[in-house]
Nanobody, 123 residues
Framework: VQLQASGGGLVQAGGSLRLSCTER????????VGWFRQAPGQEREFVAA????????LYQDFVKGRFTISRDNRKNTVYLQMNSLKPEDTAVYYC?????????????????WGQGTQVTVSS
């Protein structure tokens, strides 16, 4: 299993980034996908998740109205559009494939994790 997260980088506060998550060699069109993040010295935390058809999404409160998760199953890719970025959004962002078709806030609901992509927001 090879989950790849990409699209991170350095951006000023108020800026935007779009993260992408793809799975090589396998389709995850039947699985929910989630995004998590981990800042230095902190525990990994849930950001957003989407069902396999894309009709159901979950967001952590601190990203509601700023981040949007979406997916294109034809491209085997899940996206996280991040707008109005804040310095506290600085973290390594990970995508993960859920065990089921549904989104979940619980990390234990995910069976495979990508290596992560660094997002740094300067003030």
């Amino acid at each position: 299993v090879q989950l790849q997260a990409s699209g991170g980088g350095l951006v000023q506060a108020g800026g935007s980034l779009r993260l992408s998550c793809t799975e090589r060699r396998r389709t995850f069109s039947n699985n929910g996908v989630g995004w998590f993040r981990q800042a230095p010295g902190q525990e990994r935390e849930f950001v957003a998740a989407i069902s396999w058809r894309g009709e159901s999404t979950l967001y952590q409160d601190f990203v509601k109205g700023r981040f949007t998760i979406s997916r294109d199953n034809r491209k085997n890719t899940v996206y996280l559009q991040m707008n109005s970025l804040k310095p506290e959004d600085t973290a390594v962002y990970y995508c993960a494939r859920a065990r089921s078709s549904f989104p979940s806030r619980n990390p234990s609901s995910y069976s495979y994790w990508g290596q992560g992509t660094q997002v740094t927001v300067s003030s």
